[in-house]
């Protein structure tokens, strides 16, 4: 049973930084999953923030975070982090780890983000 485990979320004040981090099992490797993270603020659907190639080398980031936000992984610990700075108040939300492969998508638990002005 594939798990994605969210960590690293908490309250920060704007202009700080934060860093996620997801913890991916139940799979020998991840090494073919595109992985990715997604944010839903209340009241509003979930979106799209950023996603990593299988391989790592190809990113790419809502025009919202871009500039500010960075996506990683690491193949052999199956790990996908996500370094956020600059931190606005509209980017208060529960952000969630996805991984896709093929017609395969599994989702964590999510990490709640509060930035307070």
């Known amino acids: 049973q594939v798990q994605l485990v969210e960590s690293g979320g908490g309250l920060v004040q704007a202009g700080g930084s934060l860093r996620l981090s997801c913890a991916a099992s139940?799979?020998?490797?991840?090494?073919?999953?595109?992985m990715g993270w997604f944010r839903q603020a209340p009241g509003k659907e979930r979106e799209f923030v950023a996603v990593?190639?299988?391989?790592?080398?190809?990113?790419n980031y809502a025009d919202s975070v871009k500039g500010r936000f960075t996506i990683s992984r690491d193949i052999a610990k199956n790990t996908v982090s996500l370094q956020m700075n600059s931190l606005k108040p509209e980017d208060t939300a529960v952000y969630y780890c996805?991984?896709?492969?093929?017609?395969?998508?599994?989702w964590g638990q999510g990490t709640q983000v509060t930035v307070s002005s």
């Open positions: 996805n991984a896709k492969y093929g017609p395969e998508e599994y």
């Open positions: 139940g799979r020998r490797t991840f090494s073919s999953y595109v």
């Open positions: 990593i190639s299988w391989s790592g080398g190809s990113t």
